[in-house]
């Protein structure tokens, strides 16, 4: 499994970011057509009062990176991709990575 994570960085307003990501940039992304998974997670800071170094994680799934490349590569892909600037004012970072998930999980 692929994923492509989308890294936000710390948006000017918190509350607007929000906003504009759940009534405007989700039903864009919901477009996109051949996702296997989708994850969003706001981060907390490991350490009470600390700042986390993003904003919100989001991971896109799909079998292969050919077929993220693919979705991305869509007219959907291509709107949701040029939707970003629009509300991440903190800056963001795309990344690939093939996921291995080990389960069941045996200490020894």
Request: charged share 15%; proline share 8%; hydrophobic share 45%.
């Amino acid at each position: 499994m692929y994923r492509l994570t989308v890294l936000y960085g710390h948006p000017a307003d918190p509350a607007e970011f929000d906003r504009y990501y759940h009534s405007i940039h989700i039903p864009l992304a919901r477009q996109m057509q051949g996702l296997k998974g989708w994850t969003i997670g706001k981060c907390e800071p490991a350490e009470a009062g600390a700042l986390p170094p993003y904003y919100m994680i989001v991971g896109l799934y799909a079998d292969t990176r050919a077929d993220l490349e693919a979705i991305l590569a869509s007219p959907a892909g291509q709107a949701t991709i040029a939707d970003v600037p629009n509300f991440a004012t903190g800056g963001f970072q795309f990344m690939f990575d093939e996921e291995v998930v080990l389960l069941p999980l045996t200490l020894t």
